[in-house]
């Protein structure tokens, strides 16, 4: 790995956010595409930015070091930010929906992107075992101090997902997974191979209406985050083997003292 000249790539990264800010659209993306060329691996997610302004291609993923940096820089403030002051309660839906249509207990559980472990806390007792996995380091720490999970590991979830050779599961979640993804196909694909036949795939999205989708699958919004329409949602499950049980429109959290309008969908393997 090439050293980053950390000071240069401040500089730019900095110029380029106050560009964007200013509304200096074609030199905010010029700014941040010198970014990319002083940080190819992007840590601080350039390319998703440039995608949220609408220009460029957009990424089939938010980059694995972008997501990595963003939660360990943020693991110790993260549940104080999601939860108290965002709102974030998606683990609890996941919970409830469950209660609703009498699914469960389950034997083996494998929650994707499992952060600090929320939705192991919400699920704790419907679940014999527990195996967690993040990107971020710091994040699966704090997790493991919560003694929920009784296998943890750090690993990009698409990567976990083609390389685990583990018993099959039969509940896959995946709680605020979505938005740091655009193609779907990997994840619902990695996520057939590890699960045992009638198993169960719950996991929120941020909604991409048909107005905004423009027949797009999935686009970057405003707020650097991937959201998807349903109608590919729904065929990528169809196509991976999967058929939808209920499709429930939710909060997935404020944003800007606003509402960011989202799915909880639950699947079953065929």
Not at 47 to 69: C, F, L
Not at 85 to 95: D, E, I, S
Not at 217 to 230: D, K, L, N, T
């Amino acid at each position: 790995m090439t050293k980053i000249d950390e000071e240069a790539l401040a500089e730019a990264y900095n110029r380029a956010l106050a560009l964007e800010k200013a509304g200096d659209i074609d030199a905010a993306v010029k700014a941040y595409e010198d970014v990319l060329a002083i940080d190819p691996e992007d840590h601080g997610g350039a390319a998703v930015r440039i995608a949220s302004m609408g220009r460029g291609e957009v990424p089939p993923k938010a980059p694995d070091a972008y997501v990595e940096t963003l939660f360990d820089q943020h693991a110790e403030s993260f549940e104080d930010i999601l939860v108290e002051q965002l709102g974030y309660a998606v683990p609890m839906m996941v919970l409830q929906r469950l209660q609703a249509l009498e699914l469960g207990p389950f034997k083996r559980l494998l929650d994707l992107g499992c952060g600090t472990g929320l939705t192991g806390e919400a699920l704790r007792d419907v679940v014999e075992d527990m195996t967690g996995v993040d990107i971020s380091e710091n994040m699966v720490e704090l997790a493991h101090e919560k003694d929920l999970y009784e296998t943890l590991y750090v690993a990009e979830v698409e990567d976990f997902l083609e390389d685990n050779d583990d018993e099959a599961f039969d509940l896959i979640t995946a709680t605020d997974v979505l938005p740091y993804l655009g193609a779907l196909e990997p994840l619902f694909f990695g996520a057939s191979e590890n699960m045992a036949p009638g198993g169960l795939f719950i996991f929120s999205s941020e909604t991409l209406s048909d107005t905004e989708a423009a027949g797009r699958p999935y686009i970057v919004g405003p707020h650097q985050r991937f959201v998807h329409a349903e109608g590919y949602i729904r065929s990528r499950l169809d196509q991976t083997g999967f058929d939808v049980i209920e499709v429930t429109e939710i909060n997935v959290r404020m944003q800007d003292g606003k509402p960011s309008p989202g799915q909880l969908v639950v699947a079953k393997l065929r």
